[in-house]
């Protein structure tokens, strides 16, 4: 029996949880949520960790995966775009972890939380027929946008790739658009929009204001769903927008897994018919998106669960390189 302690840091909550791992099953314990904005470095964060007498403490884990809203260097150091601090394992005093503390990519984990039970309720959004041994695809908006990838190795299994997809250019497409993209620029300062700003909390609360003139909150902006149609109009099709561009570029036919806060809270964004509409919008390609089938995980511990599976390979190999996943 092995003990992982799993984290999932990003740019407003940080998960951790206990994990067992007995042979090949893997169990779930106990989760805490810590409030990353409270901590003023990654060292504070696991002080607060430590305070808050959680069961299981780094350093007595068998192995520590903290899974982070960033690009992870050498496996041991990030600097998260949506997060007022970095991170770098080697100078985290040795009280405060462990031996097998690793470092991995956010959607990383999600990549690898597809095939534990985090992922066996996820709900139906687009019915398909997944196409053998193509890619399946990951994406999900919460503080900022999130992509991965399962790529198969030819024999059933999968290698999970991390992505900064994110923060790639927004393709908008027409006069109305263009006018929301000069609205973002002056109030956002930047030459070019990201698909950050656009499928993100921030990313609601910037439409809302530009639908209505007024500044809210994105949990506000949500339960205002129904007064403003328009702002959910436009979210649920840039959300398809984006769904469908990443699946062109990575020929994802094998599916699509949509995660993150806002779907996971809010279905009906990707319920909504613009979402649809504006994944299948494609004059070459309808019929070959019309067969991807696309899945909404609401489990949003999906990310522990992700970096548990992580660590307990990582025992298993006793190596760091990426190990690939069994398919379904």
């Known amino acids: 029996m092995k003990r992982i302690l799993a984290a999932d840091i990003g740019g407003t909550n940080s998960r951790f949880a206990a994990f067992t791992v007995r042979g090949k099953t893997i169990s779930h314990d106990r989760s805490i949520w810590l409030s990353t904005s ?3 470095s990654f060292v504070h964060l696991l002080e607060l960790l430590a305070s808050s007498n959680f069961e299981l403490q780094p350093g007595k884990a068998d192995a520590v995966v903290f899974g982070v ?5 050498d496996g041991f150091k990030c600097d998260p775009p949506n997060i007022a ?3 770098d394992l080697n100078e985290v005093p040795k009280k405060l972890c462990c031996n097998n503390a690793l470092l991995i990519n956010d959607f990383l984990a999600q990549a690898y939380s597809t095939f534990t039970p985090a992922f066996e309720d996820a709900i ?3 019915a398909g027929d997944p196409v053998q041994n193509c890619p399946i695809a990951i994406l999900g908006a919460g503080t900022g946008l999130g992509k991965s990838l399962l790529i198969p190795n030819g024999t059933g299994k999968y290698l999970p790739v991390p992505s900064e997809g994110g923060h790639s250019v927004f393709p908008f497409t027409n006069k109305e658009e263009a006018e929301y993209a000069d609205f973002l620029r002056a109030k956002l300062g930047c030459e070019k929009v990201i698909q950050d700003y656009i499928l993100s909390g921030s990313g609601l609360a910037h439409l809302f204001e530009f639908h209505t003139g007024e500044i809210a909150p994105s949990h506000k902006v949500v339960a205002h769903f129904s007064e403003y149609p328009v702002v959910l109009e436009w979210f649920s099709r840039f959300y398809g927008r984006i769904c469908h561009n990443f699946v062109l570029d990575t020929f994802a036919l094998g599916g699509l897994y949509i995660t993150g806060g806002i779907a996971a809270g809010n279905p009906v964004v990707v319920k909504h018919n613009e979402f649809e509409k504006s994944f299948r919008d494609c004059e070459q390609y309808h019929n070959m998106l019309c067969n991807v089938p696309i899945k909404l995980n609401q489990n949003e511990e999906a990310g522990l669960w992700g970096a548990a599976q992580y660590g307990a390979d990582h ?3 006793k190596a760091t390189p ?4 069994e398919g379904k």
């Open 322 to 325: 990426r190990p690939t996943v």
């Open 124 to 126: 139906e959004v687009i």
């Open 315 to 317: 025992l298993t190999h």
């Open 38 to 40: 409270a901590a003023d």
């Open 69 to 73: 809203a960033g690009p992870v260097i």
């Open 85 to 87: 601090w970095d991170i």
